[in-house]
């Protein structure tokens, strides 16, 4: 059973979700290979040959790969393909945009956003925004699939995987990158932060958010925000935790001045504990909160701040 | 410039599932349906596209059995041209819904192609990649700005790390993200119209393609349920609670 796993990564660093999307390809089978395809990517190889349970990295270090363009990747790993009967990729914004498109030039349809495997060919999946649970079984003989990382738990990096770079470098020539406006901040990746404190519609506006940073950075917390802040136009969308923003299972999940609608619940509720501070004791995010504050945020997080 | 939009009809979004009991499926009985949100924005898009001259038609098609019909005349009455039904009653996979858009744009020879990134019922999204690759178009997906520029297209991509601007060939693919516009809402007067704009109906079968299933739903199953927890009275107690109990911060 060969598995390929594509390593999600910015040229510079390879992202903590690919080491939990190792441990989905370890659930199916035990031959895995990780494909690094970047450009001057080398700190990302180092770091994929130390994956545990990595046998192989494939890399393909080219121009043509620098902003993984769907078109290019999709092209790269259908070359490969040919070895392996699991294809593998995180459901992030990289992965869920190429691997349909490797997808369907195989003939096959994806098994999208698994969050456990229950066999070879069988793999449980949220639906409805996580108000169901589907088990689907593939019935294709190669099996192109994505994971939703917070479902499974980060191998360890004491491997030694042997390296191959690969001489490919297709480009279809029908895109191109012209920029990037990328958020930049000091704290953690709101993927990958053990502790998320997530602000709403109640925050009011943008400025209000600050009350938020004191918090996050005494507890080197990430920041995120629900669907209702980022449409209000307080934060940006990169900020958006819910069913069509991040899905986030931090240890600590604190929700201030969020009511709880479904959408947001998707992406937060596997959350270990979840806090919620909200000024409506009837708001729904206390049914999944493991501690409640009923209180006016504006006083509440000043005072949270300062006890921490 | 054609543009066409793909349009699936789903539960309405304010609408919580429930399991049936025998775990075969969701239970759609007597649940409100409309337009997949991500839907509404694709043709919002490229209603706004014809408003401003870049779009000489908008064609909607919707692939299901007749109850669709409902989603394409909303489409039609918010602005759309024309519509295409493809007839089936089967749930289709994925790639088969991406290998019947693929005989409607060999048919139509659209331009651009609008599609929403996800459906919120089986949360895959995949269809917009897939007909790129089969149509051997290129993509911008999870779009909050598009500009057409003489052959090309601009799209803005939401993604992880903040936003990303690529420039595609035409013709192109283009899935939209929340905030590439606010969906206006259909007069009378335009749903009254709507019902005398063409709407051809095609079975699936007709088309040739293969349609056999990829994937078997084994069950479906609700999640696992939280259990809510307690009520504190003051900052003290959660930090206290937090530190002691949950052992989450030190």
């Known amino acids: ?308 | 410039m054609k543009v066409l939009v793909p349009i699936k009809r789903v539960i309405d979004y304010n609408v919580k599932v429930r399991v049936k009991s025998d775990n075969s499926n969701v239970d759609l009985a007597n649940v409100k349906m409309a337009i997949n949100p991500f839907c509404e924005i694709a043709v919002e898009e490229a209603i706004r596209l014809k408003e401003a001259g870049m779009a000489t038609e908008v064609i909607a098609v919707s692939i299901g059995n007749k109850s669709c019909q409902e989603q394409l005349r909303t489409a039609l009455a918010l602005g759309a041209d024309r519509a295409i039904q493809i007839e089936t009653d089967e749930n289709l996979d994925s790639l088969n819904i991406a290998k019947l858009l693929q005989k409607i744009v060999e048919e139509e020879q659209p331009q651009l192609v609008i599609l929403g990134k996800q459906a919120i019922d089986s949360d895959n999204n995949q269809t917009g990649q897939m007909l790129g690759a089969l149509t051997g178009m290129p993509q911008g997906t999870f779009a909050s700005i598009i500009k057409i520029d003489g052959d090309k297209v601009n799209v803005t991509r939401e993604v992880d790390d903040g936003l990303q601007t690529i420039a595609l060939n035409l013709p192109a693919i283009v899935t939209t993200d929340l905030r590439l516009n606010e969906p206006r809402y259909a007069s009378l007067p335009n749903i009254m119209k709507a019902k005398r704009k063409p709407l051809v109906v095609k079975p699936a079968a007709d088309f040739g393609i293969d349609l056999s299933p990829r994937t078997k739903l084994v069950k479906v199953t609700p999640p696992a349920t939280r259990q809510a927890g307690i009520i504190v009275e003051t900052i003290d107690e959660l930090v206290q609670k937090l530190k002691n109990e949950a052992k989450v911060i030190s």
């Open chain 1, 1 to 308: 059973m060969s598995i390929l796993v594509f390593a999600e990564h910015d040229n510079s660093t390879l992202k903590t979700e690919t080491f939990k999307t190792v441990a989905a390809a370890q659930a199916i089978g035990s031959d895995i290979t990780l494909l690094v395809a970047g450009y001057n990517c080398q700190n990302v190889v180092d770091a994929a040959s130390k994956v545990n349970g990595v046998s192989k990295v494939l890399v393909a270090d080219n121009a043509v790969y620098e902003h993984q363009l769907a078109e290019n990747i999709s092209l790269l790993v259908l070359e490969l393909a040919s070895d392996y009967e699991h294809i593998i990729a995180t459901a992030l914004t990289t992965g869920k945009n190429f691997m349909p498109r490797v997808a369907a030039l195989l003939d096959v349809t994806q098994i999208s956003d698994i969050i456990a495997v229950d066999s070879t060919d069988t793999f449980i999946r949220p639906i409805y925004a996580g108000n169901a649970i589907a088990t689907v079984q593939s019935l294709d003989s190669k099996k192109v699939i994505t994971v939703r990382a917070t479902g499974f738990d980060a191998v360890a990096t004491d491997g030694d995987a042997e390296v191959v770079i690969l001489d490919i470098a297709i480009n279809a020539g029908i895109s191109a990158h012209v920029s990037d406006e990328l958020t930049v901040s000091e704290r953690p990746d709101l993927g990958a932060a053990g502790i998320v404190i997530s602000g709403g519609r109640g925050m009011q506006n943008g400025e209000n958010f600050k009350l938020l940073e004191g918090i996050a950075d005494k507890l080197g917390a990430a920041i995120g925000a629900s669907r209702a802040a980022v449409d209000a136009g307080f934060v940006p969308n990169d900020m958006q935790v819910g069913q069509t923003g991040k899905i986030v299972a931090p240890d600590l999940y604190i929700a201030v001045g969020i009511s709880g609608a479904i959408q947001h619940l998707a992406g937060m509720k596997d959350s270990k504990v979840i806090v919620a501070i909200n000024k409506d004791a009837e708001a729904p995010i206390f049914q999944v909160a493991d501690y409640g504050i009923v209180a006016d945020l504006f006083d509440a997080l000043p005072e949270l701040e300062s006890k921490l």
